[in-house]
C-alpha cells in the first residue's frame, strides 16, 4: 500500500486576515500537474467538505451539500470551456464588452455516484444534454468492467463534462475516458470533474491524459489498503442514494 | 413615495401600535461605534438630530387630537407620536389599592417617571433606538414588553407635562400648550375613561374633584409660561396647524439638505483613498463575465436573465460565507479516520435591502436554505435622490448572530448601502459581522461605504460606473 503523505494542515481565510484571526483546517494535498484545477481552498469550502466528510452526517444533509460543493465544482469546470469577444448594450444604453459562450457540451455521468453531480450540473446549464456509463469492478480480475453506456450521438461535437465524485485510482474514469475516445471525442475536450481526489488517482490519471483536464475540490492524501481514499467520506452512493 | 406602507407610529400606553408598518425591532439597542480607526469617516443618519415637539395641556383639552391632526396633514412616513402615558410609573401594593378605589394622585408629576422619559429622548436624539416602556391602565402596572421606537425623524411628546421637566425642555424644538375650558376637559374626559379606559363614572368625577383640578392649578398651567404657541381648545386650530406643519416641514428640508450634503462630502473624501482590502471584486473568470455578458444584454429573455442572475447570485453568496466567522472542529469520517475541518462559528442571517435585494432571495436560498431574512425598504426620494428608510424588521436576535449578509443588487452612489449599515450597527450587529453583498457597484460608492464603516466586507458581483441608474431590479421582477 502507498504510503501516506501527512496532509498540509495551515490556517484559513480571507486575505485581509490576520494569521492569528483564521483557524486552523487540513488542506487539499498539493499535487502537480498543469491540467489539474483544484478548487481554492476557502474556510466555506472546507466547512462544507467537514459536513459531508462527518460519518454522523444524516442522508439529508449530506445531499444538500454536497449539492453546494459539486455546484461551485461545475462553475470552475465550466471556465475550461472556450467563449468568444461578444459586446452588448445594456438596459441603460451604454456598451458592455463581454464574452459569449462557444461550443456545445454535454455531461456524462459515471453510474452511479456520478449521477449524484447531474442536478448541479442543470443547475448551471438547464437542459444539458447528459449520457450515462456503467463501469463495475470485476470480481475475478478486481479490474474496472464496462457494462453499459447511453452517449448523445454527436458527442464527437461536444465539449464533455465527466462526472465522478470519488477519484481513487483512477480505474473508472480511466476506462470511461476511453470510452469517450473511441467516440471520437478529442482527449482536450473532456473535463473531469470529481470531489475527493488522491495523488495516486492523479498521477496514474494525468500521466496517461495529459489534455484531459481534471477539477477537483479537495485531494487526500491517500489511499488505504482497500484503495479507499482516507480519510475520505466514505461510500459517496451509499451515503447519497441508500444509506 | 410609492407605496400603501404609511410607516407613522403612534405609540400608545397599551402598546398598540397604530398605523401602518411597523418599525418595532427587538434586540439589544446596544449600538457599538466605538471608532476603531481615527481616520474613519462620519456618518450621520437623517434622522440623528430628530425634532422633538411637546405638546403639553391639562386632560381633555385635545392634545391627541392636535397630534394627530399634525401627523395626518404632514402626511409623512417618518413622523411618531409618543404618548406620555406609556412612562407611569408602576405602582406598589398600597399605591395600587387607592389606583382601583380612584384615590391615586395620576395627574400629579410624581406619577410619572420623568428619569426614564428624559433617557429615552436622549436616545431617540442621539438617532439611537429607543425602548418604550407600555403602561396598563388596567393593572397599573408597567408589562414586560415595550415598544421600539427607531429613526424617526419628528417625534410629537404627548402629555399633561410634556413641558413640566427642565431636561425635556432641553431637548424640545418646539412646545405647544393646549387650553380647554374645564366644563369641556370633564366631559371628554368621561367619555375617554368609560370607552379605553373601563372606569365608571362615578370614580371618573371622584378623582376630578380630588387630584385633576388642584393639581391643574399647581402644575399644568404653569406650564403655558414656557409655551412657543397656546392652542385654544375651542377655536378652530387651523391656524396653530398650519404653524406647526410648516414648521416641520422647514425642519426636515433642512435635515434632508444636511443628509445630502454629508453624502456628498463623503464623496469628495472617498476618492482620494484607495479600496479597502475588505472589499471583494469577484475575479472576472471566463463564466462570470459570459454570465455578466447574458445579464447585461437588453435583448437577454426575461427566463434567462433570472436563470442567470439567480446562478450568479448563488456564487456571490458563497463568496460572501467566505468572510463569516470560523472554527476548527475534528470529525471522524466513516472510514473512522479523523479530518480536521471547519465549521460555521455562529449562526449566519441575512438582511434584504429592498427591493432590489430580493433578487437574491433564490440565490441565498440555494445556499442556506432556512436563512433567517431581516427586510428594510430603502428608497431615493425621486426629487432629491435623497435615501428614506421606509419599513424595516429584523430577526429578534440579530445581534447575537455570527454573521450577517446585507444584500442588495446594485450600489450606486453608496446612499443607501450606508444608511442599512447604520441600521444594523443601530441594532447591535458589529461592523466585523457585516458583509454587503451586491452584484454591481461604482467605485466611489464603495469608498463611501468603506470610509465610514471600515470593519465590514463588501463581495461586489462587478465594477460599474458611478451612479449608474438601477435596472437590474427592474428587469428581474419585470416592472
Same mark, same amino acid.
Given at each position: 500500500m502507498s504510503d501516506i503523505r501527512t496532509a498540509p494542515t495551515q490556517s484559513v481565510g480571507p486575505e485581509y486576515q490576520s494569521e492569528s484571526q483564521k483557524p486552523t483546517a487540513t488542506v487539499s494535498t498539493p499535487v502537480n500537474f498543469d491540467n489539474v484545477t483544484i478548487l481554492p481552498q476557502t474556510p466555506q469550502l472546507?466547512?462544507?467538505?467537514?459536513?459531508?466528510?462527518?460519518?454522523?452526517?444524516?442522508?439529508?444533509?449530506?445531499?444538500?451539500?454536497?449539492?453546494?460543493?459539486?455546484?461551485?465544482?461545475?462553475?470552475?469546470? #465550466?471556465?475550461?470551456?472556450?467563449?468568444? /469577444?461578444?459586446?452588448?448594450?445594456?438596459? $441603460?444604453?451604454?456598451?458592455?464588452?463581454?464574452? %459569449?459562450?462557444?461550443?456545445?457540451?454535454?455531461?456524462?455521468?459515471?453510474?452511479?455516484?456520478?449521477?449524484?453531480?447531474?442536478?448541479?450540473?442543470?443547475?448551471?446549464c438547464r437542459s444539458v444534454r447528459i449520457g450515462k456509463i456503467l463501469i463495475q469492478r470485476d470480481e475475478e480480475t478486481a479490474q474496472?468492467? #464496462?457494462?453499459?453506456?447511453?452517449?448523445? /450521438?454527436?458527442?464527437?461535437?461536444?465539449? $464533455?463534462?465527466?462526472?465522478?465524485?470519488?477519484? %481513487?485510482t483512477g480505474g473508472s474514469a480511466m476506462m470511461a475516458v476511453d470510452v469517450l475516445k473511441s467516440r471520437g471525442v478529442p482527449d482536450e475536450r473532456i473535463l473531469f470533474l470529481n470531489v475527493l481526489a488522491s495523488p495516486e488517482g492523479i498521477t496514474n490519471f494525468a500521466t496517461k491524459f495529459p489534455k484531459v483536464r481534471v477539477v477537483s475540490a479537495f485531494v487526500d492524501p491517500g489511499l488505504d489498503e482497500k484503495n479507499y481514499i482516507i480519510p475520505g467520506l466514505g461510500d459517496f452512493g451509499d451515503r447519497y442514494y441508500t444509506r | 413615495m410609492t407605496s400603501t406602507i404609511t410607516s407613522t407610529i403612534v405609540v400608545t400606553p397599551d402598546g398598540m401600535t397604530n398605523g401602518g408598518a411597523t418599525l418595532t425591532i427587538n434586540g439589544s439597542a446596544e449600538a457599538d461605534s466605538a471608532c476603531t480607526i481615527a481616520k474613519r469617516a462620519h456618518y450621520a443618519p437623517p434622522w440623528a438630530d430628530v425634532s422633538i415637539i411637546g405638546i403639553a395641556g391639562s386632560s381633555g383639552s385635545g392634545k391627541s387630537t392636535l397630534s394627530q391632526a399634525i401627523v395626518k396633514s404632514l402626511n409623512l412616513p417618518w413622523v411618531v407620536i409618543l404618548s406620555m402615558d406609556s412612562f407611569y410609573k408602576s405602582l406598589d401594593e398600597e399605591s395600587s389599592r387607592k389606583a382601583f378605589r380612584c384615590e391615586y394622585d395620576f395627574d400629579a408629576p410624581d406619577a410619572l417617571d420623568f428619569d426614564i422619559l428624559v433617557?429615552?429622548?436622549?436616545?431617540?436624539?442621539?438617532?439611537?433606538?429607543?425602548?418604550?416602556?407600555?403602561?396598563?391602565?388596567?393593572?397599573?402596572?408597567?408589562?414586560?414588553?415595550?415598544?421600539?421606537?427607531?429613526?424617526?425623524?419628528?417625534?410629537?411628546?404627548?402629555?399633561?407635562?410634556?413641558?413640566?421637566?427642565?431636561?425635556?425642555?432641553?431637548?424640545?424644538?418646539?412646545?405647544?400648550?393646549?387650553?380647554?375650558?374645564?366644563?369641556?376637559c370633564l366631559s371628554r374626559r368621561i367619555l375617554r375613561d368609560q370607552r379605553e379606559r373601563g372606569r365608571d363614572v362615578e370614580g371618573i368625577i371622584k378623582q376630578w374633584f380630588s387630584f385633576v383640578k388642584p393639581n391643574f392649578e399647581k402644575y399644568v398651567n404653569p406650564q403655558r409660561n414656557v409655551a412657543d404657541i397656546i392652542v385654544p381648545c375651542k377655536s378652530e386650530t387651523h391656524v396653530a396647524m398650519t404653524m406647526v406643519s410648516q414648521f416641520i416641514k422647514q425642519k426636515l428640508l433642512e435635515k434632508s439638505r444636511h443628509h445630502r450634503a454629508a453624502l456628498t462630502k463623503l464623496e469628495?473624501?472617498?476618492?482620494?483613498?484607495?479600496?479597502?482590502?475588505?472589499?471583494?471584486?469577484?475575479?472576472?473568470?471566463?463564466?462570470?463575465?459570459?454570465?455578466?455578458?447574458?445579464?447585461?444584454?437588453?435583448?437577454?429573455?426575461?427566463?434567462?436573465?433570472?436563470?442567470?442572475?439567480?446562478?450568479?447570485?448563488?456564487?456571490?453568496?458563497?463568496?460572501?460565507?467566505?468572510?463569516?466567522?470560523?472554527?476548527?472542529?475534528?470529525?471522524?469520517?466513516?472510514?473512522?479516520?479523523?479530518?480536521?475541518?471547519?465549521?460555521?462559528?455562529?449562526?449566519?442571517?441575512?438582511?434584504?435591502?429592498?427591493?432590489?435585494?430580493?433578487?437574491?432571495?433564490?440565490?441565498?436560498?440555494?445556499?442556506?436554505?432556512?436563512?433567517?431574512?431581516?427586510?428594510?425598504?430603502?428608497?431615493?426620494?425621486?426629487?432629491?435622490?435623497?435615501?428614506?428608510?421606509?419599513?424595516?424588521?429584523l430577526p429578534k436576535d440579530i445581534d447575537q448572530h455570527a454573521s450577517v449578509l446585507l444584500l442588495d443588487a446594485q450600489m450606486s452612489s453608496g446612499g443607501s448601502a450606508l444608511m442599512a449599515v447604520q441600521v444594523l450597527v443601530d441594532h447591535g450587529v458589529k461592523e466585523e459581522k457585516i458583509t454587503l453583498v451586491t452584484y454591481s457597484s461604482g467605485r466611489m460608492g464603495l469608498h463611501r461605504l468603506t470610509q465610514v464603516f471600515p470593519g465590514i466586507t463588501v463581495v461586489v458581483g462587478n465594477l460599474c460606473l458611478d451612479a449608474e441608474e438601477r435596472w437590474v431590479e427592474k428587469r428581474y421582477f419585470r416592472c
Amino acid at each position: 500500500m502507498s504510503d501516506i503523505r501527512t496532509a498540509p494542515t495551515q490556517s484559513v481565510g480571507p486575505e485581509y486576515q490576520s494569521e492569528s484571526q483564521k483557524p486552523t483546517a487540513t488542506v487539499s494535498t498539493p499535487v502537480n500537474f498543469d491540467n489539474v484545477t483544484i478548487l481554492p481552498q476557502t474556510p466555506q469550502l472546507i466547512a462544507l467538505l467537514s459536513i459531508i466528510r462527518n460519518r454522523d452526517t444524516q442522508r439529508g444533509d449530506f445531499v444538500f451539500y454536497s449539492n453546494r460543493i459539486i455546484r461551485l465544482l461545475v462553475e470552475e469546470g #465550466l471556465n475550461h470551456l472556450p467563449t468568444v /469577444e461578444h459586446t452588448v448594450t445594456t438596459p $441603460v444604453g451604454r456598451p458592455y464588452d463581454g464574452l %459569449a459562450f462557444h461550443g456545445k457540451i454535454c455531461g456524462v455521468s459515471i453510474m452511479r455516484a456520478g449521477e449524484a453531480m447531474e442536478q448541479a450540473l442543470r443547475e448551471c446549464c438547464r437542459s444539458v444534454r447528459i449520457g450515462k456509463i456503467l463501469i463495475q469492478r470485476d470480481e475475478e480480475t478486481a479490474q474496472p468492467k #464496462l457494462f453499459y453506456d447511453k452517449l448523445p /450521438e454527436d458527442i464527437a461535437d461536444r465539449w $464533455v463534462l465527466l462526472l465522478d465524485p470519488m477519484f %481513487a485510482t483512477g480505474g473508472s474514469a480511466m476506462m470511461a475516458v476511453d470510452v469517450l475516445k473511441s467516440r471520437g471525442v478529442p482527449d482536450e475536450r473532456i473535463l473531469f470533474l470529481n470531489v475527493l481526489a488522491s495523488p495516486e488517482g492523479i498521477t496514474n490519471f494525468a500521466t496517461k491524459f495529459p489534455k484531459v483536464r481534471v477539477v477537483s475540490a479537495f485531494v487526500d492524501p491517500g489511499l488505504d489498503e482497500k484503495n479507499y481514499i482516507i480519510p475520505g467520506l466514505g461510500d459517496f452512493g451509499d451515503r447519497y442514494y441508500t444509506r | 413615495m410609492t407605496s400603501t406602507i404609511t410607516s407613522t407610529i403612534v405609540v400608545t400606553p397599551d402598546g398598540m401600535t397604530n398605523g401602518g408598518a411597523t418599525l418595532t425591532i427587538n434586540g439589544s439597542a446596544e449600538a457599538d461605534s466605538a471608532c476603531t480607526i481615527a481616520k474613519r469617516a462620519h456618518y450621520a443618519p437623517p434622522w440623528a438630530d430628530v425634532s422633538i415637539i411637546g405638546i403639553a395641556g391639562s386632560s381633555g383639552s385635545g392634545k391627541s387630537t392636535l397630534s394627530q391632526a399634525i401627523v395626518k396633514s404632514l402626511n409623512l412616513p417618518w413622523v411618531v407620536i409618543l404618548s406620555m402615558d406609556s412612562f407611569y410609573k408602576s405602582l406598589d401594593e398600597e399605591s395600587s389599592r387607592k389606583a382601583f378605589r380612584c384615590e391615586y394622585d395620576f395627574d400629579a408629576p410624581d406619577a410619572l417617571d420623568f428619569d426614564i422619559l428624559v433617557d429615552r429622548l436622549r436616545d431617540l436624539k442621539a438617532g439611537k433606538r429607543a425602548e418604550i416602556p407600555v403602561y396598563s391602565f388596567e393593572k397599573h402596572a408597567r408589562l414586560a414588553k415595550t415598544t421600539a421606537i427607531y429613526s424617526p425623524h419628528v417625534l410629537i411628546l404627548e402629555g399633561i407635562f410634556a413641558l413640566h421637566d427642565p431636561r425635556v425642555l432641553e431637548l424640545l424644538d418646539m412646545k405647544i400648550f393646549c387650553e380647554a375650558d374645564p366644563d369641556t376637559c370633564l366631559s371628554r374626559r368621561i367619555l375617554r375613561d368609560q370607552r379605553e379606559r373601563g372606569r365608571d363614572v362615578e370614580g371618573i368625577i371622584k378623582q376630578w374633584f380630588s387630584f385633576v383640578k388642584p393639581n391643574f392649578e399647581k402644575y399644568v398651567n404653569p406650564q403655558r409660561n414656557v409655551a412657543d404657541i397656546i392652542v385654544p381648545c375651542k377655536s378652530e386650530t387651523h391656524v396653530a396647524m398650519t404653524m406647526v406643519s410648516q414648521f416641520i416641514k422647514q425642519k426636515l428640508l433642512e435635515k434632508s439638505r444636511h443628509h445630502r450634503a454629508a453624502l456628498t462630502k463623503l464623496e469628495m473624501e472617498a476618492l482620494s483613498h484607495p479600496l479597502s482590502s475588505k472589499v471583494h471584486i469577484m475575479k472576472q473568470t471566463s463564466q462570470m463575465r459570459g454570465m455578466n455578458t447574458i445579464i447585461h444584454d437588453i435583448d437577454t429573455t426575461p427566463e434567462d436573465f433570472i436563470f442567470y442572475f439567480n446562478r450568479l447570485a448563488a456564487l456571490l453568496v458563497e463568496q460572501g460565507l467566505n468572510s463569516a466567522a470560523f472554527t476548527s472542529r475534528q470529525v471522524t469520517t466513516p472510514q473512522n479516520k479523523p479530518y480536521l475541518g471547519l465549521e460555521p462559528a455562529g449562526e449566519v442571517s441575512a438582511v434584504i435591502v429592498l427591493r432590489g435585494g430580493a433578487a437574491f432571495e433564490a440565490g441565498l436560498h440555494r445556499v442556506i436554505p432556512d436563512c433567517k431574512t431581516g427586510r428594510m425598504l430603502i428608497q431615493s426620494n425621486i426629487r432629491t435622490g435623497e435615501p428614506e428608510l421606509h419599513y424595516l424588521i429584523l430577526p429578534k436576535d440579530i445581534d447575537q448572530h455570527a454573521s450577517v449578509l446585507l444584500l442588495d443588487a446594485q450600489m450606486s452612489s453608496g446612499g443607501s448601502a450606508l444608511m442599512a449599515v447604520q441600521v444594523l450597527v443601530d441594532h447591535g450587529v458589529k461592523e466585523e459581522k457585516i458583509t454587503l453583498v451586491t452584484y454591481s457597484s461604482g467605485r466611489m460608492g464603495l469608498h463611501r461605504l468603506t470610509q465610514v464603516f471600515p470593519g465590514i466586507t463588501v463581495v461586489v458581483g462587478n465594477l460599474c460606473l458611478d451612479a449608474e441608474e438601477r435596472w437590474v431590479e427592474k428587469r428581474y421582477f419585470r416592472c
